[in-house]
């Protein structure tokens, strides 16, 4: 058997690509599996939406915040994936039988279930055309407005992400438009979390020749999984659709219908390299 050639890596591009620092919230739903089966074969024909309990498929949105060093001085990144988890068809064999707990954890260590990206909006052109190029994601442009925890602001651990619409004007540059697309608020304040060691994550993406990509990212820490199962957390997420006409808003609300509870959800923050002290005040001579 011939052995497969990687992907091309154009210029200005380069990979691995390196993250200085990333914030990322994940909620996963589990859902009804045809409607996922009937869109991912839209996307990406050679993929099967993985099943867990009750024989449900689970979809899955994800925000990151993350800043990357380059030659040329630094740059900040947003973006928001709304994708099915899957696998290869042609490797199906080789899959455990999981959990969504399980899984969730990173019991597969086959890491054969990835994420299938459905939509990618993302306020850096840059990163858009670098995802579109390298790993087939179907990128395009948004921005954001959010509330995350953070060491330099209120105690909490809510999460407030609102993904707005945008285009790329003619110089290249991110146009922002007045158009609010979904909100997704996740409110996990007082939860236990469990380690989950979960990456490598595979993203999945096909290319317009139709071949399949699979691109893993590494994160060198473990997530922090938060199990929303229990009833009694089925208020703790929320999505609001803005633009439900709109791809994204049509797809999110054929999978989820209107306000799925969520099965669980994960988060990673960077863990600071520096901290700037308060100051103190010293003798004076003058009084």
Not at 256 to 285: C, E, I, K
Request: net charge negative; charged share 15%; aromatic share 10%.
């Amino acid at each position: 058997m011939t052995p497969l050639p990687l992907p091309p890596v154009t210029e200005p591009f380069q990979l691995p690509f390196h993250y200085g620092a990333l914030h990322q919230i994940g909620v996963d739903w589990l859902v009804a599996p045809d409607p996922v089966r009937e869109l991912l074969a839209k996307h990406h024909p050679d993929l099967t939406a993985a099943t867990f309990e009750d024989g449900r498929a689970l979809v899955s949105l994800n925000y990151q915040l993350y800043f990357a060093q380059y030659a040329f001085g630094g740059g900040v990144t947003q973006e928001i994936e709304f994708s099915v988890i899957a696998f290869p068809t042609a490797e199906e064999k080789r899959l455990p039988g999981l959990t969504y707990a399980q899984y969730a954890q990173g019991w597969d260590q086959t890491k054969l279930l990835g994420i299938a990206r459905i939509h990618v909006v993302c306020d850096n052109p840059f990163a858009i055309t670098a995802g579109r190029e390298l790993y087939a994601e179907p990128k395009y442009p948004g921005w954001f407005e959010v509330a995350l925890p953070s060491l330099n602001g209120p105690a909490g651990d809510t999460w407030t992400v609102r993904c707005n619409g945008a285009s790329i004007g003619a110089d290249g540059a991110l146009e922002q438009a007045d158009a609010p697309l979904l909100d997704l608020t996740a409110k996990l304040d007082g939860l236990a979390a469990v380690a989950a060691n979960s990456a490598p994550v595979t993203g999945y993406g096909t290319d317009r020749e139709g071949r399949l990509l699979a691109g893993p990212m590494n994160v060198h820490q473990p997530y922090r999984w938060y199990d929303l199962s229990a009833a009694a957390h089925s208020g703790r997420t929320r999505i609001t659709l803005h633009a439900p006409d709109g791809d994204l808003g049509r797809d999110v609300h054929a999978l989820l219908g209107d306000d799925a509870p969520a099965a669980g959800a994960w988060t990673y923050q960077s863990p600071p390299v520096a901290a700037h002290n308060r100051p103190y005040y010293l003798p004076s001579s003058h009084g």
